[in-house]
C-alpha cells in the first residue's frame, strides 16, 4: 500500500502544478473578453478569434483543472447530507461513487474523445465562423482532461482505502468548505446585529 500511496502523491502533485499554473487562464480570458468588448464598441470591429479564444481559454481550465478540483475536495457533492453522514459511511460512498462512477465516466470520455480530437486533426477542422480557429486543439482537451481526471479518481480511491484502513489521516476531515466560511460568517454578522 506505501507504493500506491506514493504514486498518489506523485499523481496529487502533478495535478496540483497543472492546476495552479492553468488558473491563470481565467485571468487572460477575462482580459482578452475585455478586449474584445472594448475593440467592438470602440472601433466598430470584431474577430470570432477572439471569441473563440475566450471559449477555449475557459475550456481549458474547466478541463485541465477538474482534477485539481477533485484533489483538494471542493467538486460538487450534496455537503449537507453528507456532513450529517458518519465518516465511514462518507468513506463507502467515496469509494463506491469513485470506482462505479468516476472512474467509468472518464474511461467512456477518454475513450469516444479521443477519435473525436484524432478525426479532427487529420482533416485539420476549422471553426465554421469566419476568422474562427482551428478545432482540433479544443478536442483534444476533452481526451487529456478525463484523463488527468482518472488518475486523480485513482489516486483519490488509494487514500480513501489507506484512510479506512487506518494507514493515513483523512486530509480533508478538519477542512472548511468556502460556502460553509461564508454561512457562518454571515451568521456570525446577524447575531451581532
Known amino acids: 500500500m506505501q507504493s500506491l500511496l506514493k504514486v498518489s502523491r506523485g499523481i496529487d502533485a502533478l495535478n496540483t502544478w497543472i492546476g495552479k499554473r492553468l488558473a491563470w487562464l481565467i485571468l487572460i480570458a477575462v482580459i482578452v473578453s475585455a478586449t474584445n468588448a472594448t475593440v467592438r464598441k470602440v472601433f466598430d470591429t470584431s474577430s470570432n478569434a477572439w471569441l473563440e479564444l475566450q471559449w477555449v481559454l475557459f475550456s481549458t481550465v474547466f478541463l485541465l483543472c477538474a482534477s485539481w478540483t477533485l484533489h483538494d475536495n471542493e467538486h460538487i457533492r450534496i455537503d449537507i447530507i453528507n456532513n450529517l453522514l458518519p465518516n465511514r459511511i462518507r468513506n463507502i460512498i467515496e469509494v463506491v461513487g469513485h470506482t462505479f462512477f468516476l472512474l467509468p465516466l472518464c474511461i467512456i470520455m477518454?475513450?469516444?474523445?479521443?477519435?473525436?480530437?484524432?478525426?479532427?486533426?487529420?482533416?485539420?477542422?476549422?471553426?465554421?465562423?469566419?476568422?474562427?480557429?482551428?478545432?482540433?486543439?479544443?478536442?483534444?482537451?476533452?481526451?487529456?482532461?478525463?484523463?488527468l481526471l482518472l488518475i486523480q479518481g485513482i489516486s483519490e480511491l488509494i487514500k480513501r482505502i489507506a484512510i479506512m484502513r487506518g494507514l493515513i489521516a483523512d486530509p480533508h476531515a478538519?477542512?472548511?468548505h468556502a460556502l460553509?466560511?461564508?454561512?457562518?460568517?454571515?451568521?456570525?454578522?446577524?447575531?451581532?446585529?
Open 174 to 176: 478538519a477542512q472548511v
Open 110 to 147: 477518454i475513450v469516444t474523445g479521443s477519435p473525436f480530437f484524432l478525426r479532427s486533426y487529420e482533416i485539420n477542422e476549422q471553426s465554421g465562423n469566419a476568422g474562427g480557429l482551428p478545432q482540433w486543439p479544443p478536442k483534444a482537451l476533452i481526451a487529456i482532461g478525463f484523463t
Open 180 to 193: 460553509e466560511a461564508e454561512v457562518e460568517h454571515l451568521v456570525e454578522a446577524m447575531e451581532k446585529k
